[in-house]
């Protein structure tokens, strides 16, 4: 069983930055971060596989998000630069056992956290 808990959420004006931080309780080759606005499903932004480094992120969010993790700290972040008020969503930070290779597909991630809230005004 993974735990997983999100933090660095806020309100920020467009063109400002943010950094989500997401500590996990357990370790999981593969990571992600999810968001979900009002009425809409949730949607993957960018997941990280923990043991080699590789990335898959978003067209939406390409050029100004980054993932990053921490190891030591069983950590992963993301850093948003350039936020569009459209970036205004509930973020969450998935882990997953059950695949083998990246992917931005809710089902299959096992494991969620709580959730963060990032609000982009104009």
């Known amino acids: 069983q993974v735990q997983l808990v999100e933090s660095g959420g806020g309100s920020v004006q467009a063109g400002g930055s943010l950094r989500l931080s997401c500590a996990a309780s357990?370790?999981?080759?593969?990571m992600a971060w999810f968001r979900q606005a009002p009425g809409k499903e949730r949607e993957g932004v960018a997941a990280?596989?923990?043991?080699?480094?590789?990335?898959y992120y978003a067209d939406s969010v390409k050029g100004r998000f980054t993932i990053s993790q921490d190891n030591a700290k069983n950590t992963v972040y993301l850093q948003m630069n350039s936020l569009k008020p459209e970036d205004t969503a509930m973020y969450y930070c998935?882990?997953?056992?059950?695949?083998?290779?990246?992917?931005?597909?809710?089902?299959?991630?096992?494991?969620w956290g709580q959730g963060t809230q990032v609000t982009v005004s104009t």
């Open positions: 998935a882990a997953s056992d059950r695949v083998w290779f990246l992917t931005l597909v809710t089902y299959r991630y096992n494991y």
């Open positions: 357990g370790t999981t080759n593969y």
């Open positions: 990280i596989y923990t043991s080699g480094g590789s990335i």
